[in-house]
């Protein structure tokens, strides 16, 4: 398996296949890679020729250092967990900061037409456009056919076929379900760090969201949202940070429901020091 550092090197690399008629699929990732970010690459390598996985732990989108210096950076078990995949036609691109940012580790400011003000954006300061920087720096150093992104983080998934569209990057950005451990817990580096006792609460919240399925058929947005907050006020490990039903295309929250539109519910809830996210399709 091929593994770069250098922007160079590995955009002469891609060049190269590509102009073999190879497709390129890319996957980016900050490591700690587990069985959703697998299933990314398959579906990358069921589509393209070749399949590019980024490993980059990107500082401009955390607002949080203890966050950022926690993050578990585990390239040996990635590369080892890739090769079960393919030893041939997967290709790492794991930076370093200066790689990526030379002496300026900041990010670009972007508009993503109000994407980014919602939900996450209303916790996490300046996160996507931290995402949104690196993520335009490796599309222009890869330069894909295609990249694959997971639906955990829908509001990112949004955000990237956003900046895509009014970039008019050339890229197709594809959506992938989620990837759920069988007690439902979504899959997510950061399960790696839940104490046991938050590890065995955690599948509470997609209980939670498929009840909040189940309920919307039948009653209105505020109504399920109080049941899910005081589910969570009775929980004794997990807290509730927020849930919220939104329309899909805007990411605001649902005032009146419509047969139009298409709905989710997003929620995010700390486990002990973890913050968890996960959504659901509701209509
Ligand atoms: O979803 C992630 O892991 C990151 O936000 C991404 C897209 C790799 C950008 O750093």
Not at 265 to 275: C, H, L, Q
């Amino acid at each position: 398996m091929e593994i770069y550092t250098d922007k160079n090197k590995i955009a002469n690399a891609i060049k190269a296949l590509k102009s073999s008629n190879n497709t390129v699929g890319m996957v980016p990732t900050m490591g700690a890679l587990h069985q959703g970010h697998l299933q990314l690459v398959i579906k990358a390598l069921s589509e393209n020729d070749v399949a590019v996985v980024s490993i980059f732990v990107n500082p401009t989108q955390f607002d949080n250092k203890t966050d950022l210096e926690k993050y578990p950076r585990t390239l040996e078990g990635d590369v080892a967990l890739l090769k079960t995949v393919s030893e041939t036609q997967i290709i790492v691109y794991a930076p370093t900061v200066a790689d990526i940012y030379g002496g300026n580790t900041t990010s670009e400011a972007f508009d993503f037409d109000g994407l980014e003000f919602e939900m996450e954006g209303k916790f996490r300061h300046g996160h996507f456009d931290g995402v949104g920087t690196v993520v335009k720096r490796f599309f222009d150093i890869v330069k894909p056919h295609k990249a694959y992104f997971g639906e955990k983080d829908f509001q990112q998934l949004q955000i990237i076929k956003k900046m895509v569209e009014k970039h008019q990057l050339p890229v197709v950005i594809v959506g992938c379900k989620i990837h759920r451990a069988s007690s439902g817990l979504a899959m997510s580096s950061r399960n790696t760090r839940l104490e046991p006792k938050y590890k065995t609460a955690a599948p509470f919240i997609y209980k939670t969201l498929k009840t909040a399925r189940t309920q919307f058929g039948t009653k209105s947005a505020t109504k399920v949202i109080e049941w899910v907050t005081k589910a969570f006020a009775k929980h004794d490990l997990l807290e509730l940070e927020y849930f919220l039903i939104a329309d899909v295309e805007t990411l605001k929250p649902v005032k009146r429901k419509s047969n139009k539109k298409k709905y989710r519910a997003f929620i995010a809830v700390y486990a002990g020091e973890i913050r968890l996210i996960d959504n659901i399709a509701l209509n």
